[in-house]
């Protein structure tokens, strides 16, 4: 079975060998590399399917490398992992392709979660974010899809929403966080452009985008 290919950018050494050390069990870790200007020049040959980056890097942060990595590479997963909590930088990241946002001071299992999560087609946002952080992320997504294109996550979600799950419930059966998937029904609803629970639903339905 192909191993999922993972490259780590972020100018603290130290930090880049413990996250290799941690990851590797499960994954491949193809490169490690401190600036964005470097990563963004070796990426395409080494063929990610995950970068987990910092957004303060020397030369080109990490929201620029990420940026135009998306251009360059559009199925890559990018999960940021930074010390900064800034909800309009968190926002821009995710505006600009990120599929997940993690903090430096989340448990070290987390990252290793989140990355599974993404390569489920999901988004991740650590429990860490404040309410007010995840609705401003939220915000920013919802020109980023058009309305019927889904990821899988969020079919699951809905899924189970339609139901009669509660949130808890969801978040049990996915092995995510319940933050995770309030994050994937209020982004569901900015795409398909409904106001309500229910509304969401009617619209699965009708759409036959859940089984009934």
């Known amino acids: 079975m192909k191993r999922t290919r993972i490259i780590i950018a972020d100018d603290h050494v130290m930090l880049s060998d413990t996250i290799k050390n941690l990851l590797e069990p499960e994954f491949e870790v193809v490169g490690t590399f401190v600036d964005g200007q470097t990563l963004l020049d070796a990426a395409p040959g080494l ?33 940021y992992l930074t010390m900064n909590q800034d909800p309009d930088l968190a926002a821009e990241a995710f505006r600009w392709g990120a599929s997940g946002y993690l903090l430096k001071y989340s448990a070290a299992s987390e990252l290793v979660h989140a990355i599974r999560e993404v390569l489920r087609g999901g988004f991740y946002v650590t429990p860490l974010m404040t309410r007010d952080m995840v609705g401003s992320v939220i915000q920013n997504l919802k020109h980023r899809a058009p309305a019927h294109e889904l990821t899988l996550r969020q079919k699951e979600v809905l899924q189970l929403l339609a139901e009669g799950r509660s949130m808890k419930e969801i978040a049990y059966m996915l092995k ?5 998937v309030a ?30």
């Open 176 to 180: 995510i966080t319940p933050r995770t």
């Open 183 to 212: 994050f994937h029904k209020y982004t569901m609803m900015e795409q398909l452009q409904v106001k309500s629970s229910a509304e969401l639903i009617q619209y699965a339905l009708k759409c036959s985008i859940v089984a009934t």
């Open 47 to 79: 063929m990610p399917d995950v970068i987990v980056l910092d957004i303060g890097m020397p030369v080109m942060n990490g929201l620029n490398a990420g940026q135009r990595l998306k251009q360059i590479l559009p199925k890559v997963k990018l999960v």
